[in-house]
């Protein structure tokens, strides 16, 4: 079992910067393919940013390209030029099944196997 634990969320203005980390309990992210996704309040989970295990993909949601970067070795989600609607919960997660084959649409909630608990993220105007 793979327990995610997200950090680095909080309060920033507009236009600022955050950086949330996952770590994994007593594992290494080496042959999972690595997700991130976040749900504000009223709304649907959403897709944010994956890396495919070998780090050499990166997929990104049009809302947050050029803005958020996904990194894989040391799992993060760089997030630049915040804007008040990126307020949600963050969620990291995790798959494992990818490194041995198999399509998994990365987009979708349903490919992953393991989640963080998530932490929040505000960005004020």
């Known amino acids: 079992q793979v327990q995610l634990v997200e950090s680095g969320g909080g309060l920033v203005q507009a236009g600022g910067s955050l950086r949330l980390s996952c770590a994994a309990s007593?594992?290494?992210?080496?042959?999972?393919?690595m997700g991130w996704f976040r749900q504000a309040p009223g709304k649907e989970r959403e897709f944010v940013a994956a890396?495919?295990?070998?780090g050499s993909s990166t997929y990104y949601a049009d809302s947050v390209k050029g803005r958020f970067t996904i990194s894989k070795n040391t799992v993060y989600l760089q997030m630049n030029s915040l804007k008040p609607e990126d307020t949600a919960v963050y969620y990291c997660?995790?798959?494992?099944?990818?490194?041995?084959?198999?399509?998994?649409?990365?987009?979708?909630?349903?490919?992953?196997?393991?989640w963080g608990q998530g932490t929040q993220v505000t960005v004020s105007s």
């Open positions: 997660a995790a798959n494992g099944r990818a490194y041995y084959g198999g399509s998994y649409p990365l987009g979708l909630g349903s490919s992953y196997d393991y």
């Open positions: 007593g594992r290494t992210f080496s042959t999972y393919t």
């Open positions: 890396a495919s295990w070998s």
